[in-house]
């Protein structure tokens, strides 16, 4: 798969979705990862030209350096209890809108913000669209754990029918520590069929801050396409 026409993608995908839904003093969600870049600088440029008085909140310590550097308003879930607009990419998204995220280790805060907006806009690349969640993204489900319970809770995880497997850090020893401190373990489930109720088992257990399962949660997905169109769904 040529690499440019997945830039292509993420991009015209971010663009679309920024033109058609920001509007003036809207309170918007700032994903993460490496699409939701491009939909940050089109917000910073509509914000400039045209005055729009936007408040951007951060799901990670790389969307708050994002929102800075572009120049944007920086403000927080204590100022505004109720976020506008949240835009996300996302790792995989099934035919009824829900989503596996978390690739870049940042679900948690991601699921905070959507789970407070009023609308959740998905913008991704043609990689990311399948029938059912497993398909296309077999990394599996992105799980963040308090430290001290990571081994009793992949343990769980197998007799969930799981395959567990700590995310480790790239460029240090050890485990990936997430921007609360915690671990991720990457559960790989095959397809999943019922995504709701596996995501209900995942979060009874102990030790489970949250997973990159978010079911119903999402209004729209735009979908950069290979021949440069943007499927919205
Ligand atoms: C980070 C995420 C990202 O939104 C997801 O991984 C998609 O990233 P990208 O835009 O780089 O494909 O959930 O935790």
């Known amino acids: 798969m040529s690499d440019d026409l997945i830039e292509i993608g993420k991009k015209k995908a971010a663009i679309k979705a920024v033109e058609d839904n920001v509007k003036s003093n809207m309170?918007?969600?700032?994903?993460?990862?490496?699409t939701i870049v491009y939909a940050v600088r089109?917000?910073?440029?509509?914000n400039k030209e045209?005055?729009?008085?936007?408040?951007?909140?951060?799901?990670?310590?790389?969307?708050?350096?994002l929102i800075l550097e572009n120049g944007l308003t920086l403000a927080s879930l204590d100022q505004f209890l109720e976020i506008d607009l949240d835009i996300d990419g996302?790792?995989?998204?099934?035919?009824?809108?829900?989503?596996?995220?978390?690739?870049?280790?940042?679900?948690?805060?991601?699921?905070?913000?959507?789970?407070?907006?009023?609308?959740l806009v998905i913008i991704a690349d043609f990689r990311k669209k399948s029938e059912s969640l497993g398909e296309n993204w077999r990394f599996g489900v992105p799980v963040e754990v308090i430290p001290m319970a990571y081994t009793p809770i992949?343990?769980?995880?197998?007799?969930?029918?799981?395959?567990?497997?700590?995310?480790?850090?790239?460029?240090?020893?050890?485990?990936l520590i997430?921007?609360?401190?915690n671990f991720i373990i990457d559960v790989d489930f095959g397809i999943i069929q019922n995504p709701m109720e596996l995501e209900k088992k995942l979060l009874s257990i102990p030790g489970v801050v949250?997973?990159?399962?978010?079911?119903?949660?999402?209004?729209?997905?735009?979908?950069?396409?290979k021949d440069g169109t943007v499927l919205v769904i």
Do not use: H, W
């Open 178 to 181: 997430t921007d609360n401190g």
């Open 27 to 34: 309170v918007i969600g700032i994903g993460s990862g490496s």
């Open 50 to 65: 045209n005055n729009l008085n936007l408040k951007c909140i951060p799901s990670s310590f790389q969307s708050y350096q």
């Open 210 to 225: 949250d997973c990159g399962l978010f079911i119903k949660m999402a209004s729209k997905a735009y979908i950069g396409q």
């Open 42 to 46: 089109k917000i910073a440029e509509l």
């Open 90 to 119: 996302a790792d995989e998204i099934d035919k009824k809108l829900n989503l596996i995220k978390g690739g870049g280790g940042c679900l948690v805060q991601e699921k905070i913000l959507a789970s407070n907006s009023k609308k």
């Open 154 to 175: 992949m343990k769980k995880m197998e007799l969930l029918g799981g395959k567990p497997k700590l995310r480790m850090a790239k460029a240090k020893s050890g485990p």
